[in-house]
């Protein structure tokens, strides 16, 4: 399977961006699809993730601004940013995982001007 995220770009702090996740190829059962993100200079952390019952979770500093949610059907994963800030900015990766199986997307550039 191959995962191809898209729906980076340049945002004004306060805009909005919805990055999309979309998988290809082979069927992959994954049992979490998550967002990571690498800021310049720093480590990539863990921003968001949904479990395959639905239950969602997200780093501290982005609750009740982004937004994770999945279309199986489309095969895609979707991250909704809103009010968005300076720290935002990085190289947003998809990660799925099942059974210790991970897939990983290129990434895709968000980068937040002040």
């Known amino acids: 399977v191959q995962l191809q995220a898209s729906g980076g770009g340049l945002v004004q702090a306060g805009g909005s961006l919805r990055l999309s996740c979309a998988a290809s190829?082979?069927?992959?059962?994954?049992?979490?699809r998550a967002w990571h993100r690498q800021a310049p200079g720093k480590e990539r952390e863990l921003v968001a993730r949904?479990?395959?019952?639905?239950?969602?979770d997200y780093v501290d500093s982005v609750k009740g601004r982004f937004t994770i949610s999945r279309d199986i059907v489309k095969k895609t994963v979707y991250l909704q940013m809103n009010d968005l800030k300076p720290e935002d900015t990085g190289v947003y990766y998809c990660?799925?995982?099942?059974?210790?199986?991970?897939?990983w997307g290129k990434g895709t550039l968000v980068t937040v001007s002040s």
């Open positions: 190829g082979r069927p992959f059962s994954a049992s979490v």
């Open positions: 949904i479990f395959g019952g639905g239950t969602t």
């Open positions: 990660h799925w995982m099942h059974a210790g199986s991970h897939v």
